[in-house]
């Protein structure tokens, strides 16, 4: 399974209420003499803007604390004692920003009788997807870290793995009645893959399962995904449930209760659009800060390290089409890269699952390359070849950071 490391740095874009958090952690802070200046500057806005919106804080306890805090607005800002500080950290951490969802104020839409009808078309477009451009088994089993690319251990696809110390459990989705999804209802399975809520209604973590990119499928589509996956053979593995994280941030976690018609795909780039956003290349490709938001500006110009397991990381590439990106591209050499896992001599990461990509057909590949050319160039050098270091750009650590 590949996840990301979610570096918790200071951001311009990160709300006020998480940066003043940052700010007060930071070993830099705790040497500065600016106290005051951050207290003021940072801390008194967040009490005011809280103040002004009371009804956006998490719990009424929480709105107490602050509420109380507030109240001395002056002395605050002239006192700064450790204490006080502290006491607003705990109660800001406590209450969690108001632009992030979250499991109190999130609501899973209740379960729906429905079954999708088992049609050899639909068997063939879900296979298509869930081992090709939705790359959901180089999550959901064991894979074979001897094969270039890291392909599924064979016989044990869709049968969950627990990632350890490195990551989450991702489930058994193989129709096994016991230990895997054999009992679930096809809405629970349609419920988990675009909106985020387990067969349990536990909300799943953003970070590790890219449904918010799922979000986007056709209704056709996720139909052929469920489908297929009651087609697989069920394979009996018991896992442990995966891990609850406290304070999850879960922006896209919401309902669907409209239809997703099929997308328009007349063009290339239409075609690639649809297929970019269904692959989740941004899940890797485009920064996020703590409420998962993107960073903007930095669309698909990479620079998040992507770990899997007790593997070595990478960072993902910009691949924007400015010359720190890849302008050097031509549609041959993407459909190279993709199917080969090479950039000329260079075996790229398998953190990058081009092994499920490369089951995509020409066609699908030349449309997904045509979209990337509409993106804009982003100048943001990630070199994988050069040490991990931060850079200026983003604000993070990644490959060849200094060279920004
Ligand atoms: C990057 C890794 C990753 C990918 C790719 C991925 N998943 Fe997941 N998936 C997970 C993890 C981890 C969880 C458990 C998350 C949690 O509970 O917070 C999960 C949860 C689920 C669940 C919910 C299980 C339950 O208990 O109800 C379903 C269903 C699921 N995934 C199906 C899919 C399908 C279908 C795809 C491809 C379209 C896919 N996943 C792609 C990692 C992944
Ligand atoms: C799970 C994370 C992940 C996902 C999803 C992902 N990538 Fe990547 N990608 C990476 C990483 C990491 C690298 C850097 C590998 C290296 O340099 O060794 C990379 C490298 C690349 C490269 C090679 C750039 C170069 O250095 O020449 C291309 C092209 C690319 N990705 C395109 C895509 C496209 C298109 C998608 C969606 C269809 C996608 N990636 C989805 C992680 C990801």
């Known amino acids: 399974?590949?996840?990301?490391?979610?570096?918790?740095?200071?951001?311009?874009?990160?709300?006020?209420?998480?940066?003043?958090?940052?700010?007060?952690?930071?070993?830099?802070?705790?040497?500065?003499?600016?106290?005051?200046?951050?207290?003021?500057?940072?801390?008194?806005?967040?009490?005011?803007?809280?103040?002004?919106?009371?009804?956006?804080?998490?719990?009424?306890?929480?709105?107490?604390?602050?509420?109380?805090?507030?109240?001395?607005p002056m002395r605050i800002g002239l006192i700064c004692r450790a204490a006080t500080i502290l006491s607003i950290v705990a109660a800001l951490l406590g209450c969690r920003s108001p632009s992030s969802n979250n499991q109190e104020t999130l609501k899973a839409r209740p379960l729906i009788p429905r079954e999708f009808v088992r049609t050899p078309e639909r068997l063939v477009r879900g296979s298509y997807l869930v081992n090709g451009v939705a790359w959901c088994?180089?999550?959901?089993?064991?894979?074979?870290?001897?094969?270039?690319?890291?392909?599924?251990?064979?016989?044990?696809?869709?049968?969950?793995?627990?990632?350890?110390?490195?990551?989450?459990?991702?489930p058994n989705i193989t129709p096994d009645l016991e230990t895997g999804a054999g009992s679930w209802t096809d809405d629970m399975l349609a419920r988990a893959i675009r909106e985020g809520v387990a067969h349990d209604g536990h909300f799943l973590n953003p970070a590790v399962m890219p449904y918010e990119f799922y979000?986007?499928?056709?209704?056709e589509d996720l139909a052929s995904v469920i489908v297929y996956l009651r087609s697989i053979p069920p394979v009996r593995?018991?896992?442990?449930?995966?891990?609850?994280?406290?304070?999850?941030?879960?922006p896209y976690a919401v309902?669907?209760?409209?239809?997703?018609?099929?997308?328009?795909?007349?063009?290339?780039?239409?075609?690639?659009?649809?297929l970019v956003q269904i692959a989740g290349c941004q899940y890797c490709h485009t920064l996020r800060d703590v409420n998962r938001r993107s960073l903007p500006g930095l669309e698909f110009a990479g620079g998040d390290l992507v770990t899997t397991g007790p593997h070595p990381e990478a960072s993902s590439a910009?691949?924007?089409?400015?010359?720190?990106?890849?302008?050097?591209?031509?549609?041959?050499?993407?459909l190279k890269t993709i199917r080969t896992g090479k950039v000329g001599a260079r075996q790229i990461s398998p953190n990058m699952p081009w092994w499920?990509?490369?089951?995509?057909?020409?066609?699908?590949?030349?449309?997904?390359?045509?979209?990337?050319?509409?993106?804009?160039?982003?100048?943001?050098?990630?070199?994988n070849t050069e040490p991990v270091s931060y850079c200026r750009i983003c604000g993070r650590k990644h490959a060849g950071g200094a060279l920004n």
């Open 1 to 72: 399974m590949v996840w990301l490391t979610e570096t918790a740095q200071p951001f311009p874009n990160v709300s006020p209420s998480r940066l003043a958090i940052y700010q007060l952690q930071s070993p830099t802070f705790k040497k500065a003499k600016r106290r005051r200046k951050v207290m003021t500057s940072l801390i008194a806005p967040i009490i005011r803007n809280h103040l002004n919106s009371p009804v956006l804080l998490g719990g009424s306890q929480c709105g107490s604390i602050i509420f109380l805090r507030a109240s001395l």
């Open 318 to 334: 910009n691949i924007t089409q400015d010359p720190s990106g890849i302008s050097y591209y031509d549609e041959a050499q993407f």
């Open 137 to 170: 088994f180089s999550c959901h089993d064991p894979l074979d870290f001897s094969k270039p690319g890291w392909p599924p251990v064979l016989g044990k696809e869709g049968s969950g793995y627990d990632w350890g110390s490195f990551g989450q459990v991702a």
């Open 255 to 274: 309902p669907i209760t409209s239809p997703i018609p099929q997308p328009n795909i007349s063009t290339p780039q239409k075609r690639g659009a649809y």
């Open 237 to 250: 593995n018991h896992l442990p449930l995966p891990k609850t994280t406290d304070n999850l941030v879960t």
């Open 215 to 219: 979000r986007a499928m056709s209704d």
């Open 356 to 383: 499920y990509f490369a089951r995509m057909t020409d066609e699908d590949l030349k449309s997904v390359f045509a979209f990337l050319r509409t993106v804009k160039p982003v100048h943001h050098r990630v070199d």
